[in-house]
């Protein structure tokens, strides 16, 4: 599975893609209040909700 990540200024949008289909595609608003941790829980609670490991992301 790969992980696509675009970072811009309004939006951090993820996705995972498994044989060339996206499995999910997630979106947070970007945001100066928000710390590194922040954003790691959030990312953390995608995976969780969508029965996704982030073990099976290829690197």
């Known amino acids: 599975m790969l992980l696509a990540v675009d ?3 309004s939006n951090i949008v993820l996705g995972l893609a498994k044989n060339q289909n996206w499995e999910a595609i997630w979106r947070i608003t970007t945001s100066v209040q928000r710390d590194a941790g922040a954003y790691a829980r959030e ?3 995608f ?3 969508s029965n996704q490991k982030a073990e099976n992301i290829q690197r």
């Open 7 to 9: 970072i811009g200024n």
């Open 43 to 45: 990312i953390n609670m």
């Open 47 to 49: 995976f969780l909700e």
